[in-house]
């Protein structure tokens, strides 16, 4: 897709309180697939459209910045500050661009860093955040909670370079909590452990030093400003933020995930049927939220130097037909006429594995353009990016060489 240029700043206002694609949006991204493998159009600054906005005022007053000299980085990046991850769900880009329930993220698309062609790595939830985490999802496809990843994570290799690391997780009751698979535990719950990666690891969650890293979203806040935040920040949001859905509180598209296209659908046309609603409620609240705590963290005193904040979805929407979601990496493997149990549904599945095509954005102090990549790439080459910019040892899938770059494009 090409990188969208908005010259005079005003047009990005237009576009931001008055952008409604209907059903000219489709046609609007299928014409924009042909481009080089990366361009940079640093003919605007993104930082500058989110202040004309009223939404970004840079602190008069920044936090003191860490001392990164014993820090030796590879691949000729140099140390985040801070870097700041947000999870999202269960959405691809074929509902995500153009959606005029997204304004703020599809202002973020056209005006910072966007990987065009990145992939989850597979389905469900819980292996993607694994595999982000620790590079790989070590055959895993499955969400349950009663699973122990007992790999070495990220949060291990910083803190072997004297690196801090937390795990916000908004509406989790208090730090570390991993007494049930949801909170509350009944039909209201907001709160997923499968959301929240660390919390599956067992050399963090058996220790309550280390699970005291996995506190509630609130504490972000205050670390931002305390100048307390960490060198890495994994942000959780609850299902009612993520997109993700599915409790009487926010609910999801009740045909999840038997219903081929149903959030394509939904996107496509202006039904008003109740799915419809929930799935548009979803996709606002996921763009409030990021509205909300972006413009937080970089008005905040921590965001300093060289800091980032991405935000990426883990998987693409798993209710699609298979060739929506068939590729996952340079060489996903192929699983035969498989049949599939989910949610108390079983379904074939015939086709590539993969997580599915999604929206990866790059907000950077340093570098605040619309940079555009058409590279392919996944959860393990963010990965890498994060090991190579603090000089850790590769984990997992990262190790290759081959197939697994660094983001050059947004951090070169």
């Excluded at 004309?52 to 602190?59: K, R, T, V």
């Excluded at 015939?350 to 095509?357: H, K, M, P």
Aim: hydrophobic share 35%; glycine share 6%; charged share 20%.
């Amino acid at each position: 897709m090409k990188p969208f240029v908005f010259v005079l700043t005003v047009v990005a206002l237009f576009q931001i309180c008055f952008y409604a694609p209907a059903s000219g949006s489709r046609h609007w991204r299928q014409q924009n697939t042909t481009q080089p493998n990366a361009s940079k159009a640093p003919l605007e600054n993104g930082t500058q459209v989110l202040q004309q906005m009223g939404i970004y005022s840079e602190s008069k007053f920044h936090c003191p910045r860490r001392d990164f000299s014993h820090i030796q980085s590879k691949e000729g990046l140099k140390p985040f500050d801070h870097v700041f991850i947000f999870m999202m769900e269960n959405s691809g880009n074929d509902v995500i661009l153009g959606n005029e329930n997204m304004p703020f993220i599809n202002l973020l698309i056209q005006h910072f860093g966007f990987a065009a062609e990145y992939y989850g790595i597979t389905h469900t939830s819980l292996p993607n955040y694994i595999a982000l985490t620790s590079g790989s999802n070590w055959w895993s496809h499955n969400d349950s909670t009663k699973q122990i990843f007992d790999h070495t994570c990220i949060a291990d290799k910083l803190e072997e370079k004297g690196l801090r690391w937390k795990n916000y997780a908004q509406s989790i009751p208090y730090a570390g909590y991993k007494g049930s698979s949801a909170y509350p535990q009944n039909s209201s719950f907001v709160w997923l452990q499968e959301h929240v990666p660390f919390l599956f690891y067992p050399q963090i969650f058996l220790d309550p030093a280390r699970a005291a890293n996995i506190p509630p979203l609130e504490e972000l806040e205050q670390d931002l400003y305390s100048c307390n935040v960490p060198e890495y920040v994994f942000i959780s949001p609850d299902i009612c933020h993520d997109m993700h859905g599915g409790s009487d509180v926010c609910p999801a598209v009740t045909e999840y995930p038997n219903t081929p296209k149903k959030l394509a659908y939904c996107y496509n046309t202006k039904n008003n049927s109740r799915n419809c609603i929930n799935i548009n409620n979803l996709w606002k609240k996921g763009d409030e939220f990021l509205r909300e705590w972006i413009p937080k963290i970089m008005n905040s005193p921590s965001w300093t130097g060289n800091s980032v904040i991405i935000v990426t979805w883990d998987e693409a929407n798993y209710n699609e037909e298979l060739d929506v979601f068939t590729e996952g990496g340079p060489d996903t493997a192929y699983i035969y006429s498989t049949n599939f149990s989910f949610a108390d549904h079983s379904f074939l599945i015939d086709g590539y594995y993969g997580g599915g095509q999604v929206p990866l954005i790059v907000i950077s102090k340093e570098k605040p353009y619309h940079i555009v990549t058409h590279a392919k790439y996944n959860h393990y080459n963010l990965l890498k990016s994060i090991e190579a910019s603090y000089g850790l040892d590769y984990l997992g899938y990262t190790s290759d060489d081959r197939q697994v770059k660094v983001l050059h494009e947004f951090f070169g």
